[in-house]
């Protein structure tokens, strides 16, 4: 089908005109797989266009790893079909159809008629807070197992916004609520803390209130490395009735100040000189995103830091993490969405922050990292 339109787009247009006619006629195809000097850019295309097809399916391969515990098992050692379906309780059919789609996927390998895990498999097992974000996306594709009415209703309203309850009522949850979700932040937490104090070192500062600090773990990260600085954790009642718990039980109740309430309506504690929002401003729609980063000024002496560290949007080389992934993510969890690091300068600067930096961070695909001053 010839492109129509694209003409009065300029050079640009029309180059995007020509090309997408040429790609989607099925003669250029044939053309292009006749064609020895061509064939290996078709093959890689074709490749990456039937992940995109199969995406769906290899996920939930990879969630059924996870939830048998097969890479675990077999990182105890190599194992045959017939061991691998006793211990994960599947018929040995069920059991060699799993480990042949996880073999293909790099997540388990075959050794001598048996099998071991696979690189992918090793790479994952070292992340329990991948294992952690793998096990709960059942509730994220359930939400998307039809995207265009998620789409429609802007959002929200299933089993992923049930499950981060804070999302739609915040303040509301009580500790057994927000048990879940403050759990697998903490799993995933290692993810990112190391990479915003790596870009960030705090040697300079006295006082960390850390917004939206969950159950502690990026404070309980930077007390291992920074053993002067004072630290304040500041989340919903529940949330922070967690993190007092998790900072006695890990020795740091002395170093730590704990602090209930809701950011959108409370004033934050002041007498900090940085303030960070580890994942947390792409939690919330603009109009909350801004009011948060307005209510960090206030809280700021002049010349205080704030540090943001999130996954962004438009990340040179991860895009597909930051619009794809968590732009769906945040829709479906109902509020929120991924923001680059442009847009979130621009609202650092609209806050009354200057100076800001996008500080480098050694895989930006999870963590990127702002930091800005308060004039
Ligand atoms: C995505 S989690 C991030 C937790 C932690 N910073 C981390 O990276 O593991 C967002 C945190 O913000 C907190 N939060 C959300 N809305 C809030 C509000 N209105 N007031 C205070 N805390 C809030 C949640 O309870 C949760 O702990």
């Keep these: 089908m010839k492109s129509t339109g694209y003409q009065n787009y300029g050079w640009r247009g029309r180059w995007l005109g020509w090309r997408n006619t040429m790609l989607g006629s099925p003669r250029f195809q044939r053309f292009a797989q006749s064609i020895p000097l061509l064939r290996p850019i078709a093959r890689r295309r074709a ?7 199969a995406g769906f399916t290899y996920s939930q391969i990879l969630a059924a790893c996870i939830e048998t515990g097969l890479l675990d098992l077999l990182a105890e050692g190599p194992r045959d079909s017939a061991s691998v379906a006793l211990r994960l309780d ?6 060699e159809r799993l480990l042949r789609g996880a073999a293909a996927l ?6 001598r008629g048996g099998w071991a895990l696979g690189s992918d ?6 992340n329990r807070g991948i294992g952690e974000m793998i096990a709960h996306h059942h509730l994220l594709y ?22 981060w309850h804070y ?44 917004v939206g600090g969950g159950e ?37 109740g002395g170093r730590t100040d704990v602090f209930g309430g809701d950011f959108l309506r409370d004033p934050l504690p002041t007498g900090y000189d940085i303030i960070s929002l580890i994942r947390v401003l792409h939690d919330h729609d603009d109009a909350p995103a801004f009011a948060l980063l307005r209510q960090i000024h206030a809280a700021l002496p002049p010349g205080g830091t704030v540090l943001i560290a999130e996954p962004m949007a438009r990340t040179p080389g991860a895009e597909p993490a930051g619009d794809a992934y968590f732009g769906f993510y945040l829709l479906a969890m109902g509020s929120g969405r991924p923001r680059s690091a442009g847009e979130i300068r621009a609202m650092l600067r609209a806050a009354g922050f200057v100076a800001s930096r996008v500080r480098r961070t050694a895989m930006p695909l999870t963590t990127r990292v702002i930091v800005a001053r308060r004039q």
């Design 106 to 111: 790099g997540l388990v390998e075959r050794l």
């Design 142 to 163: 359930a939400d998307l197992a039809d995207p265009v009415a998620l789409l429609r209703r802007g959002g929200g309203g299933g089993a992923l916004s049930r499950h």
């Design 90 to 95: 599947l018929p040995i059919a069920g059991a």
């Design 47 to 53: 490749r990456a266009l039937f992940d995109l097809v």
């Design 216 to 252: 502690g773990a990026f404070l309980s990260a930077v007390a291992a490395r920074h053993d002067r600085l004072r630290l304040g954790l500041f989340d919903l009642p529940a949330v922070a009735a967690r993190a007092t718990q998790a900072f006695e039980s890990a020795g740091l």
């Design 121 to 126: 498999g090793a790479a994952l097992r070292g």
């Design 167 to 210: 999302a739609e009522a915040a303040g509301q949850g009580d500790s057994a609520d927000v048990a879940g979700y403050s759990r697998l932040m903490a799993a995933s937490q290692p993810l990112v803390a190391a990479q915003a104090l790596d870009a960030y070192p705090l040697h300079r500062h006295r006082r960390l209130l850390d």
